[in-house]
């Protein structure tokens, strides 16, 4: 299954040799996976970033019951996203803008740190089925912009990865609603990862607020060993171990198997 | 049920557009375009527009009386921006959704052919129903 000739020295070079011979298939890297139909990206998806179950059923949007039912009735033909929307579960605007902010999430830390290549599964497709494809162009042009945009908020890449603290004592009145909840979830133990999929949101827009708190001095990476700020703030790492993710990742692996 | 792209077409049969676009304001990606952009970027322009739009959704001076942190952020305190030029009308319209994005629609109306009040309330309720159909 594996193509060699899909096979660049980066994933955006990949990408663009791919979309250059309108391939369908799946290029996995070190971070994730981008899946491509006739040379546009179609979906990808990272263990970095929220799925879009997640983003749909932590949010409320949707009933955990309503996206199994999807998954269930259409994950084998590759029409999940379809059912959802022909079930009346979903608006057609609101599972594109819903599944365009995983996409582009997940792409970004695929794309990000020069991120190397591993295989190209020609001809495999994901059981969401398509919605709205994006040209490979801009899915790689939009990731650069996105870091770019990172670094003129705050030029210190180790918010994204490591555990984040609270500067004690640092006055958090007046935050944007986003940037308040998102500075709430930061205890010591959790990375931005983890915040963003406590809260259902896409792990970019976190690390943007994430960087703005820590241009602001208000937070800062936990020291190695140090106990959390926020005692009683609860369980550490929970959305590593949280049962519905897990359920929904190992049913996609099930799935991707067939 | 109208998708990002019928939303889309629909505001171009509103009079005097020039272009619109479907942008999220803390990215900056136009996740839809149609019709012109000002100086024939998009891309260029959605990233800027964001940024009105991301100062006008954080401010807390342009926030209701209640103050921006009353409600969920699923329901935007601000709803609307309106620039007027010398020739044109920019409008950006918030979309409320229950998950977490942060968009809007950008709307680009020429000023003698468009009409501001009316493609405001037009506006509103094609950003409605992109999401709830």
């Known amino acids: 299954m594996t193509t060699a000739p899909g096979i660049q020295d980066t994933t955006a070079a990949s990408l663009d040799a791919l979309a250059a011979d309108a391939a369908t298939g799946a290029l996995s890297s070190e971070r994730g996976i981008v899946y491509l139909s006739a040379g546009h990206v179609v979906h990808a998806e990272s263990a970095l970033t929220p799925d879009l179950g997640t983003l749909l059923t932590r949010s409320g949007a949707l009933a955990p019951d309503g996206w199994w039912e999807a998954v269930d009735h259409a994950g084998v033909q590759h029409r999940v996203a379809r059912r959802l929307v022909d079930s009346g579960r979903l608006s057609a605007g609101a ?18 740190h020069g991120g190397r ?9 994901h059981w969401l089925g398509t919605v709205r494809p994006v040209p490979v162009a801009t899915v790689v042009r939009e990731s650069a912009r996105r870091r770019e945009l990172l670094h003129r908020i705050w030029p210190e890449p180790d918010i994204d990865t490591a555990p984040l603290a609270r500067v004690p004592d640092a006055g958090a009145t007046g935050l944007p609603v986003r940037r308040s909840r998102i500075l709430d979830q930061v205890d010591g133990v959790r990375t931005a990862t983890e915040i963003a999929a406590a809260l259902g949101c896409r792990t970019y ?11 602001g001095g208000l937070v800062v990476p936990a020291a190695p060993g140090a106990p959390p700020a926020k005692a009683g703030s609860g369980r550490p790492a929970a959305a590593q171990v949280d049962p519905d993710t897990a359920l929904l990742r190992r049913l996609r692996d099930a799935l991707e198997a067939l | 049920m109208p998708g990002i792209d019928e939303s889309l077409l629909e505001t171009m049969r509103l009079p005097g557009t020039r272009g619109a676009s479907v942008v999220d304001w803390i990215s900056g990606l136009a996740l839809g375009t149609v019709g012109e952009a000002p100086g024939g970027d998009m891309e260029a322009t959605a990233a800027e527009t964001a940024e009105l739009a991301r100062f006008a959704a954080e401010s807390s001076a342009l926030a209701p009386a209640g103050g921006a942190g009353t409600g969920t952020d699923k329901e935007q305190p601000v709803q609307d921006v309106i620039i007027t030029n010398t020739d044109s009308y920019h409008l950006l319209r918030f979309v409320s959704t229950d998950f977490d994005s942060t968009v809007f629609l950008h709307l680009w109306l020429d000023r003698d052919e468009g009409n501001l009040a009316l493609a405001r309330i037009r506006l509103a309720d094609i950003a409605d129903r992109l999401v709830l159909g």
């Open chain 1, 95 to 112: 599972l594109e803008l819903c599944h365009l902010g995983a996409l582009f999430d997940a792409a970004y830390f695929v794309l990000a």
């Open chain 1, 117 to 125: 290549p591993r295989r190209f599964r020609a001809g495999a497709a």
């Open chain 1, 205 to 215: 827009h976190t690390l943007v607020e994430l960087r703005r708190l820590a241009a």
